[in-house]
């Protein structure tokens, strides 16, 4: 008796602690409140049953009960305290990665978790954050369709399903009752379950049946039914959807992810999904209520047009691609799937299709695919007519026109042949798609076959033209709308109807049959890659003109002969190439792929690098008759190939390497087998000025003609790098400093000897090597560089000197100036600087004036310079900018900058009618005064094209005329007293 009260006492504990929890929200403080009468129940009842007489024992079981619920009460308020965190966490954009609980269709835990959700939908004021829960709630259980509270409100809804049944707005859903969404004929059951659905277990597996805007019950592409479960606390309702099992129905967590776009059937947005608006670069709102034509242009709304008439007349889910324009005005490529929303009786309402992105790349792929793929179709059709049997050719043209027919999903495909003197009677072959031909025979045993079948299909026709003369066409029946022609499918399959006409001639007699073959051999001449045929010992029986050119075989000639003896192939034969690791055929093709390169001898000796392929000619049943060579020229290919590579390592200007290439083989040579390792690095002299006074051409021939001296200098192993602007290495691997030094010495030697025009090259060079493995090659490249900066400094003079002479000879084959005038200005202008005491260095630079002082005439034309009358006003004015000319090309080296101010003032005047600035008096430097009377006094006295000659008194009589006006008093004295009588003017060599 006392156990029977115990037990009564428990359970009564047990369901009362159930009710209490279920609701007080689940608070741990209510339940603890609410439980105290269970406890005082069980404590008494214990007390009644003598567990609490009957010692510590009995008292400590009691207490451990106590324990437990307790535990397992504070257990499940932290598991559901964890799933509010987590729902925060989502909430907030966090990624869930805790226990896999979701994947588990009747884990406790998912439950638990998609009530926590369900709490979060309900309690919250703002909608935004409603929307926010229901879209992490419809994420993990697609088939919710709404939310409600427990009359049945609608809270929050799925708004994809919903716009499957032609609500759009939520307006026009949010806040009405679930039951004006159901059927008629579900309504009562639904009010009176609606009720009961908070106890689990009363009517939960009743379904009702979701009906359209208009009170209709549509097929859709999920199911329509849908059940009432309550879950979260407070508790709400929710409609979730049955998983259906008909062929048309779709999991609704694959439907959300897709790009769906619902339509009414005028075209008209009534809903599109987020991803789908993004797509098109809109917002949903911005999207929503536009026609489809705004997102289209007019090639796209037409095309549209056609996809919706196809639905709305088939009925039927279609497969079509269109170009949407976006946003900011650039096309997107999709393909759509269609799917019509229908009612009971076939009426079509609208349309739903969800689109792929199909990238540019993926378009050209596909293209390019496409293009490869007739075209292998076209090539395997054009084999088998090559060599075709007359008995043959009936069923080898159907059978191709089948394999064309069906790659290209024709219903039907024809080759019509007008009767003509070379084509005979009409002729007309016609195969049919067995697959439209088996969906025909289906609809007519269901009698579905619409009266208007016919005018849902079109055709494309291909004229076939020979000899300019129409002989019939090619044509393909299809679906409207199914088929987009290219141009290139346009042309191949011209092609294909003229091989398949010629052949059909062929049959007529022994005179079509030469007409089929020249065809052919037109259709082959048409290709622009080179197509010999053989037969079955070798020998060649039709060539192409591609071919004809490249062998140097004319098809007369060739015809009869072996293959390996018109196409003579200069690194091995055909046959070898074919028998390589004795699998005939694949060895010729894996030599191909493998990139070697065939090189073909033409019969004049041409050599050519071809790309060649060979393949057999088969029948149905795979006897072989024979072959088909098809190679073409690709030696341009190849040398732009080679000169690219060639490039990316030379320097253009010389030829030589550049640095890039010097560098890496510095590193690749930097090993014990290549030592001694020496490196010569040298500095052109003089390229700046060169540059500067002769122009860059003159500048690029000086590093050319350096380039040719460093080349003819070293020796073949050697590597020789245009190392920067100026700057020359050469690479000596296994080499000596000793050996580089004679190399050295080469190429000095060289320079010295060479030509000088109009600059003699010169170098500074220094030279290191590396003889052990621990030596830095980068501190042997520095040591060479600094010998070369010391060997510069050296030999500056001596560049100067080898400058000023070239520009003396330029100036005398420019000019009037003759190396006589220069010696006799030299002569007189050293004996006037010494009678007026010039120090050395003053001397020195009225010497190097005297020879370069009209250098500036470089820069004038020669039509001015040698004109024998007299100069124009604005001739003049040109001359007179040659002390400029000169001032710039002498300040622009450091060789004659310290003699620029002297040529721009040897035109001036002492009273200071000259130019180019006017000075008078002193203020001319003294140097520009004594040229100016020694150059007046030479060109009186000697011939020019534009004057007579002077005697010594009467040029003496004329310098003394003008002292004072042109020329300094002082220095003219002077220069009458050195002067003399003229008898002592012989120039005096020791002056120079």
């Known amino acids: 008796m006392k156990k029977i009260i115990l037990i009564i006492a428990v359970c009564t504990v047990g369901i009362s602690n159930f009710l209490i929890l279920y609701f007080s929200g689940n608070s741990t403080f209510n339940g603890i409140i609410f439980s105290i009468p269970g406890i005082i129940l069980l404590a008494a009842a214990g007390y009644l049953s003598g567990y609490f007489k009957g010692g510590s024992s009995k008292q400590q079981h009691a207490a451990d009960l106590l324990s437990a619920s307790e535990r397992k009460r504070q257990e499940s308020e932290k598991t559901l305290q964890e799933y509010r965190n987590m729902a925060e966490r989502l909430e907030q954009g966090a990624v869930y990665r805790g226990p896999d609980v979701l994947s588990i269709p009747d884990n406790p835990n998912k439950e638990r978790f998609l009530s926590i959700l369900c709490e979060y939908i309900v309690k919250p004021k703002s909608s935004d954050r409603i929307a926010k829960y229901f879209t992490i709630l419809s994420g993990l259980y697609p ?145 929503s209520g536009k026609p489809v034509s705004y997102f289209l242009d007019e090639r796209g709304a037409e095309t549209f047009g056609s996809i919706l008439n196809s639905c709305r007349d088939n009925g039927k889910d279609g497969k079509f691609s269109i170009e949407f324009v976006k946003r900011d005005g650039t096309c997107i490529y999709t393909f759509i799937n269609t799917m019509p929303i229908l009612d009971p009786k076939g009426k079509f309402l609208g349309i739903i299709f969800h689109a792929e992105d199909k990238t540019e790349r993926r378009i050209v792929e596909e293209a390019l695919q496409h293009r490869l793929s007739i075209e292998k179709l076209i090539s395997g059709v054009s084999t088998r007519f090559i060599n075709i049997k007359p008995n043959e050719l009936d069923r080898e043209i159907e059978n191709s026109l089948k394999a064309i027919g069906d790659f290209l999903d024709a219903i039907k495909s024809y080759v019509i042949i007008f009767p003509g003197k070379k084509t005979g009677g009409q002729k007309q072959f016609s195969v049919e798609n067995i697959h439209h031909i088996a969906i025909k025979e289906k609809a007519k ?366 100036l005398f084959e420019k000019s009037l100036e003759t190396e006589e005038h220069a010696r006799r200005m030299l002569s007189i202008s050293t004996k006037i600087g010494k009678a007026i005491g010039l120090t050395a260095s003053e001397l020195d630079e009225l010497k190097l004036l005297a020879v370069l002082h009209d250098m500036g005439k470089i820069g004038i034309p020669d039509n001015i310079l040698k004109k024998p009358g007299k100069l124009s006003k604005d001739e003049w004015e040109e001359m007179k900018k040659h002390p400029e000319k000169g001032y710039q090309i002498a300040g622009s080296s450091q060789e004659l900058s310290y003699i620029a101010e002297y040529i721009l003032h040897h035109h001036e005047h002492w009273d200071g009618t000259g130019y180019p600035k006017g000075l008078k008096g002193n203020e001319i430097p003294r140097l520009s005064r004594i040229l100016t009377i020694v150059d007046t006094y ?55």
Request: with cysteine; charged share 30%; hydrophobic share 40%.
């Open 143 to 287: 088939r919710i369709l709404a939310v409600m509270d427990l009359k049945g409100g609608i809270i929050s809804f799925n708004p994809t399903i919903m716009a499957l049944y032609g609500y759009y707005k939520e307006k026009e859903i949010t806040g009405r009752n679930i039951l004006e969404f159901i059927i008629a004929e579900n309504h009562r059951n639904a009010s009176e379950n609606i009720g009961t659905a908070v106890f689990p277990g009363i009517n939960g597996s009743e379904k009702y049946t979701v009906k359209t805007k208009d009170g209709r019950v549509v097929p859709s592409v999920i199911s329509s039914s849908f059940t009432f479960k309550t879950s979260g606390n407070p508790l709400s309702l929710l409609a979730i959807l049955s998983d259906g099992s008909g062929s048309d129905e779709s999991n609704p967590g694959e439907l959300l992810k897709k790009n769906i776009w619902i339509l009414a059937g005028d075209a008209l947005s009534g809903y599109i999904s987020p991803p789908m608006a993004e797509l098109l670069g809109f917002t949903v709102e911005e999207a």
């Open 445 to 810: 045993k269901s009698g579905n076959t619409p009266d208007n079948a016919d005018d849902s299909l079109e055709t494309t026709s291909v004229p076939v033209v020979i000899d300019s003369e129409m002989a019939g066409f090619f044509r393909f029946d299809h679906k409207k709308s199914e088929k987009t022609w290219m141009d290139e499918d346009i042309i191949l399959l011209k092609l294909v109807g003229e091989i398949l006409v010629n052949a059909l001639i062929r049959t007529q007699d022994e005179e079509k049959l030469a007409i089929s073959q020249e065809r052919l051999k037109i259709t082959l001449h048409s290709i622009g890659d080179a197509v010999i045929s053989t037969d079955n010992d070798g020998k060649a029986i039709m060539l192409n003109s591609a071919a004809e050119e490249l062998i140097g075989w004319k098809r007369e000639e060739a015809v009869g002969k072996p293959l390996d003896i018109i196409l003579n192939i200069v690194n091995g034969t055909i046959t070898e190439y074919s028998m390589k690791n004795d699998i005939e055929d694949k060895g010729f093709l894996a030599l191909m792929d493998s990139g070697n390169n065939i090189v073909l001898r033409s019969k004049d000796g041409t050599e050519r690098t071809i790309d060649a392929n060979k393949s057999p000619i088969l029948d149905d049943y795979g006897n072989k008759f024979g072959e088909v060579i098809v190679f073409r020229d690709i030696t341009e290919k190849r040398r732009k190939e080679e000169e690219i590579l060639y490039l990316s390592f030379h320097d253009k200007l010389t030829g030589l390497f550049n640095r890039a290439f010097m560098e890496a083989e510095m590193l690749r040579l930097d090993t014990k087998r290549q030592y001694p390792i020496t490196i010569i690095v040298g500095d052109l002299n003089g390229l700046k000025i060169a540059n500067d006074i002769f122009g860059h051409a003159e500048g690029d021939r000086l590093l050319q003609k350096i380039a040719k001296i460093l080349k003819a200098s070293a020796r073949k192993e050697d590597i020789i790098s245009r190392w920067g602007g100026d700057e020359f290495a050469v690479l000596l691997p296994k080499t000596s400093e000793i050996t580089g030094t004679e190399v050295r010495k080469r190429i000095l030697d060289a320079c010295a000897s060479a030509e000088s025009s109009p600059i003699q090259p010169s170098i500074a060079l220094g030279i290191a090597s590396k003889t052990e493995e621990s030596q830095d090659i980068q501190k042997m490249l520095k040591d060479a560089e600094d010998r070369m900066y010391r060997h510069k400094l050296l030999e500056g003079k001596s560049a100067r000197s080898a400058i000023i002479s070239s520009l003396g000879k330029t």
């Open 938 to 992: 030479d060109v009186i006295t000697h011939s020019r094209v534009y004057k007579d000659i002077m005697s010594h008194n009467e040029a003496i009589e004329e310098i003394r005329r003008c002292a004072g006006t042109q020329f300094d008093p002082e220095l003219t004295e002077i220069f009458i007293q050195v002067m003399g009588n003229g008898e002592n003017l012989e120039t005096d060599e020791s002056a120079s």
